[in-house]
């Protein structure tokens, strides 16, 4: 066989071996794009609803949804709220709760509890203070169902803190209510009580050191109902020339 043959041959066989690969190629391509499938939130023709998205199926449980109907997910016995925990209170379990306590309530309730945080400052709906008479007289489930679905203009955290942190939270507002309403009777027997005053020495501090815990005041903040309010009236009070110039500019422009 001459050389010449032997190569047609070689070319022949590698173009057939190209033309294969490709139309195979083509054809796995075609059949993923064609695929059956349902894209999220889009409608479908294959069911009656048009609907891709199915319901759930009665009886199935989703997971992390096992004994949802609780106290430990509800915070309610017999549709009620009740002043006890659904596990122990360890000072693990406290450290938790002011960890998550410092990110997510601190904004509007503060650090200390008096509903006074930054953006409250700055305008926003005044927060619960965590020891005022009121809220100090709700048992501490009540904490934990505020959290779970919303009260006022304080929207839920329930996706934020899962069940475990929002009773954690709980346990560590009943703290901080503690901290300031606690008598010496709260003290377990035969525990060194020291005054302020004597740990600022032991700290190096002069006895005075220690301050009376003042409140901040809130700043002059309109809110937005208020700026709404002062905007409506400042365009009510302005010459009726003036109030059109958008308009009259831009007829002006249009005419050029």
């Known amino acids: 066989m001459s050389i010449h043959s032997s190569n047609s041959i070689f070319r022949w066989a590698l173009a057939s071996a190209a033309l294969v690969s490709v139309a195979m190629m083509a054809g796995c ?22 609907r891709s998205v199915r319901p759930q199926v009665l009886g199935t449980v989703a997971r992390g949804q096992l004994d949802a109907d609780t106290y430990f997910h509800t915070g309610l ?28 309530c601190t904004p509007c309730h503060s650090r200390v509890g008096n509903g006074r945080g930054m953006i409250v400052e700055r305008g926003y709906k005044p927060a619960g203070d965590y020891h005022d008479a009121r809220i ?32 954690a939270v709980a346990a ?4 901080l209510q503690l901290s300031q309403h606690a008598t010496i009777q709260d ?17 190096g501090y002069s006895p005075n050191f220690p301050q009376e815990w ?18 409506a009236s400042h365009k009510k009070a302005m010459p009726a020339t003036t109030q059109n110039a958008p308009e009259n500019n831009a007829l002006h422009k249009g005419t050029k």
């Open 77 to 104: 016995i017999n549709n009620q709220e009740q002043d006890k925990m659904p596990f122990p209170v360890t000072m693990e379990v406290l450290l938790r709760g002011q960890e998550r306590y410092n990110i997510y």
């Open 187 to 203: 003290v377990p027997s035969g525990t060194n009580v020291q005054t302020l005053a004597e740990v600022s020495q032991q700290m």
């Open 214 to 231: 003042v409140l901040p005041e809130l700043t002059n903040v309109p809110s937005a109902g208020e700026m709404k309010s002062d905007v």
């Open 29 to 50: 391509r075609q059949d993923m794009q064609n695929e059956p499938k349902m894209i999220p939130q889009r409608g479908t023709t294959f069911f009656a609803s048009g």
């Open 136 to 167: 100090l007289d709700k048992p501490i489930s009540h904490y934990f169902v505020v959290m779970t679905h919303g009260y006022g203009a304080m929207p839920d955290y329930a996706s934020q803190l899962n069940a475990q942190d929002r009773w």
């Open 172 to 175: 560590y507002i009943r703290a």
